[in-house]
């Protein structure tokens, strides 16, 4: 499957500024989506990340607070705005090609103080 | 809406010991995943379910979906210490094609030397 390089891997960010975490994959993929997982819970949906439109957000998760871009088959971005506290999670990408399984990149750490 | 139900939470064994995760929908699945995860890291993908009775096995590691498509069972054989981790079940969200995946509870294993 393809390999979705994920950066920054950890960050210690103050409240109230904003983080921005990239994910690149190594080759087209159809669909991207983006994860949070909260500290000792299992992932949860924040969006997908639609090439060229507007992505779509789940229950619960707005474009104000969590902007994503996807300019291209191979790149999006996710950025967590005005953080707080209850920010702090595990952030993962994924990529679906149709063709195998949801693939996952490494993850971002998230702490914010 | 759909939940996944894991069983046991978190589960420690004695190395060279046999070991079974059980994973339970509220409604029947369309696609049934398994993935491991390293603390704080992204996920690895273990195997994918979609028939009913189907099971798949890789090297010691075997993954079964029951009849009614509703239930999904992770067996380890002679558990070793690089089986230590965190085992999510997935399945697609709204039942669709997309792997916009919905997870588990997780479960926690480690594996005593």
């Known amino acids: 499957s393809a390999v979705i390089s994920q950066k920054p891997s950890r960050d210690i960010c103050q409240r109230g500024t904003s983080l921005t975490i990239q994910c690149q994959v190594d080759?087209?993929?159809?669909?991207m989506f983006w994860y949070r997982q909260q500290p000792g819970q299992s992932l949860t949906l924040i969006a997908t990340?639609?090439?060229?439109?507007?992505?779509?957000?789940e229950s619960g998760f707005v474009i104000d607070k969590f902007p994503i871009s996807r300019p291209n088959l191979t790149f999006s971005t996710l950025t967590v705005s005005n953080m707080s506290p209850e920010d702090s999670s595990i952030y993962l990408c994924s990529g679906y090609s149709g063709y195998t399984e949801a693939f996952f990149g490494q993850g971002t750490r998230l702490t914010v103080v | 809406s759909q939940e996944l139900e894991q069983s046991p939470q978190s589960l420690i064994v004695q190395e060279g010991k046999n070991l079974t995760i059980n994973c339970t929908s509220s409604k029947t699945l369309y696609g049934l995943y398994w993935y491991k995860q390293k603390y704080g890291e992204g996920l690895i993908f273990l195997m994918m379910l979609q028939k009913g009775g189907e099971e798949k096995s890789h090297e010691k590691i075997t993954a079964k979906l029951d009849e009614k498509k509703q239930q999904s069972s992770l067996h380890i054989t002679a558990s070793q210490p690089s089986h230590a981790g965190i085992y999510l079940c997935?399945?697609?969200?709204?039942?669709?094609?997309?792997?916009?995946?919905?997870f588990g509870t997780g479960t926690l294993l480690a594996v005593q030397p």
């Open positions: 997935g399945a697609p969200l709204y039942g669709g094609a997309t792997n916009k995946l919905i």
């Open positions: 080759s087209q993929v159809t669909m």
């Open positions: 990340a639609n090439q060229g439109s507007e992505a779509t957000y």
